[in-house]
C-alpha cells in the first residue's frame, strides 16, 4: 500500500505514515557526517531486547522514541536488513557494535625490500643478456616482451612465484625501467 508522502508500508501499522517528511529528514540528519562506529551504537540504541517480538525497534520523533516495526526500522534509518540482524545479533550477546572493516588481519604484508631488489636485479640482468645477444626478449616486432622475462625470473628462483605474479614484476618494471631498457645504465 503506497501511503501519502510516496512512502511503500509493509507493515500493518503503517509505521512510517506516522512521520512526516521533515521528520524522516530529520532522522537521516543525524546520521550525517558521522563515522560507521557512531552510527552503529546510534542505531543499537535504537534496539530493546524483549521476549516476544524478540526485539523492539525505535524511530526518534524529536526527543521522544516511538515504536516502529523492523521494515520500518530500516526504512527510516537508511540502513540494510544484514545491518540490523549483525546489531540485533550483538545485542543478543550483550556486546557493543565495533567497526571491524581492515582489522581482519588477513591483508597482505606490503613485499619486502629483498624482493623488490630481486626483481630489480633480474630486470636489469635480463636487459642486459638482451643487449649483449645472449638471451631474446622482444616479439617479432622488436617490442621487449616482458612476460618472457617473468618466465625466466620463476624458473631461476620458483618459490618466488607466489610472492611476485606476473601482474607485479609487470607493474614493478613499468614504473621502474618505463619500458625504455635500451636508456638503462647497466
Same mark, same amino acid.
Given at each position: 500500500?503506497?501511503?501519502?508522502?510516496?512512502?511503500?508500508?509493509?507493515?500493518?501499522?503503517?509505521?512510517?505514515?506516522?512521520?512526516?517528511?521533515?521528520?524522516?529528514?530529520?532522522?537521516?540528519?543525524?546520521?550525517?557526517?558521522k563515522?560507521?562506529?557512531?552510527?552503529?551504537?546510534? =542505531?543499537?540504541? =535504537?534496539?530493546?531486547?524483549?521476549?516476544?517480538?524478540?526485539?523492539?525497534?525505535?524511530?526518534?520523533?524529536?526527543?521522544?522514541?516511538?515504536?516502529?516495526?523492523?521494515?520500518?526500522?530500516?526504512?527510516?534509518?537508511?540502513?540494510?536488513?544484514?545491518?540490523?540482524?549483525?546489531?540485533t545479533?550483538?545485542?543478543e550477546?550483550?556486546?557493543?557494535?565495533?567497526?571491524?572493516r581492515?582489522?581482519?588481519?588477513?591483508?597482505?604484508?606490503?613485499?619486502?625490500?629483498?624482493?623488490?631488489?630481486?626483481?630489480?636485479?633480474?630486470m636489469?640482468?635480463?636487459?642486459?643478456?638482451q643487449?649483449i645477444?645472449?638471451?631474446?626478449?622482444?616479439?617479432?616486432?622488436?617490442?621487449?616482451?616482458?612476460?618472457r622475462?617473468?618466465?625466466?625470473?620463476?624458473?631461476m628462483?620458483?618459490?618466488?612465484?607466489?610472492?611476485?605474479?606476473?601482474?607485479?614484476?609487470?607493474?614493478?618494471?613499468?614504473?621502474?625501467?618505463?619500458?625504455h631498457?635500451?636508456?638503462?645504465?647497466?
Open positions: 500500500m503506497m501511503g501519502r508522502s510516496g512512502f511503500k508500508s509493509g507493515c500493518d501499522m503503517n509505521c512510517i505514515l506516522n512521520f512526516t517528511k521533515h521528520e524522516r529528514v530529520a532522522i537521516l540528519r543525524k546520521f550525517a557526517n563515522s560507521k562506529d557512531e552510527i552503529d551504537n546510534h =542505531l543499537y540504541s =535504537l534496539i530493546e531486547k524483549r521476549e516476544k517480538p524478540k526485539f523492539t525497534y525505535h524511530a526518534l520523533k524529536g526527543e521522544e522514541r516511538h515504536v516502529v516495526c523492523r521494515k520500518a526500522f530500516i526504512s527510516l534509518h537508511n540502513t540494510s536488513t544484514k545491518a540490523v540482524y549483525r546489531l545479533k550483538l545485542l550477546k550483550d556486546q557493543v557494535p565495533e567497526d571491524f581492515g582489522k581482519h588481519g588477513h591483508q597482505r604484508s606490503p613485499r619486502p625490500q629483498w624482493v623488490n631488489d630481486m626483481m630489480h636485479h633480474h636489469l640482468y635480463c636487459v642486459s643478456l643487449d645477444g645472449r638471451h631474446d626478449f622482444t616479439d617479432d616486432a622488436g617490442v621487449l616482451v616482458v612476460n622475462m617473468y618466465q625466466l625470473f620463476v624458473d628462483s620458483p618459490w618466488m612465484e607466489y610472492d611476485v605474479s606476473y601482474y607485479v614484476y609487470l607493474r614493478y618494471f613499468k614504473r621502474h625501467f618505463g619500458g631498457y635500451s636508456t638503462l645504465d647497466v
